[in-house]
Every structure is written in C-alpha cells, then in structure tokens.
C-alpha cells in the first residue's frame, strides 16, 4: 500500500495553467505506476496522463499537447502541469498509484489501480 496525497488545484481562467503535485508515502520511481485521473459529478473517472514504472508516459487525447506528467524520484512527487486549461477540464483530480504486476496492465483504465489520493479540485472558467 501507498498514501497518496495531492495538491495544487485551484481556480483558473481558461488559457491559464496550474501543477499538480501527488506525494507519495514510499519510493515509487519504477516501482509503481503512476497516473492522474479525474472526475465530474455524474461521469466516470477518465484517465488523463500516467507513467509505467517502466517507463514511457502516455495521455488523453483531449489533454495531448496541453498536460505534462512527471515525476521526481528523490522528492517521491508526481507532477501534472496543466496548460492551456479549458472550461472542460474543470474536475476532481486524482493520483492513483499501483504495482502493475502485468505486462497488459491499462494505464489510463481507472480500475487497474489500488491506491488514490483525496483528490483536488480545478476549475477553469471562461
């Protein structure tokens, strides 16, 4: 298990950018997959960017271009900076975190990981 615990969101107008930020209680760099997922009342959580522990990111089309994930292996912080933010965006995010013991592991699936975070909350107005 890992405690997850996210920061950074805020109230932006659109175009404008903000960085989340995700501390994880134990080291995770290649241990863990990583990723940021997101939520609005009503829908299900979508994965918006993530890492496997073996490298190689990937992302949401809607969020290509726009959104970073990274991470910091000594500070054991992942980061999503968020760009050119859209109405749309506006959302709970979450960090989710998950040994991913199977090469068919879906990185962008929300129900293939274990550990989450609280959440935090941005919105983007127009």
């Known amino acids: 298990q890992v405690q997850l615990v996210e920061s950074g969101g805020g109230s932006v107008q659109a175009g404008g950018s903000l960085r989340l930020s995700c501390v994880a209680s134990k080291y995770t760099y290649s241990t863990y997959c990583m990723g940021w997922f997101r939520q609005v009342p009503g829908k299900e959580r979508e994965g918006v960017a993530a890492i496997h522990r073996f490298g190689g990111a990937s992302y949401a089309d809607s969020v290509k271009g726009r959104f970073t994930i990274s991470q910091d292996s000594v500070k054991r912080t992942l980061y999503l900076q968020m760009n050119s933010l859209k109405p749309e965006d506006t959302a709970m995010y979450y960090c989710?975190?998950?040994?991913?013991?199977?090469?068919?592991?879906?990185?962008?699936?929300?129900?293939?990981?274990?550990?989450w975070g609280q959440g935090t909350q941005v919105t983007v107005s127009s």
């Open positions: 989710a975190a998950d040994l991913c013991p199977r090469v068919q592991f879906r990185i962008l699936v929300s129900t293939e990981y274990n550990n």
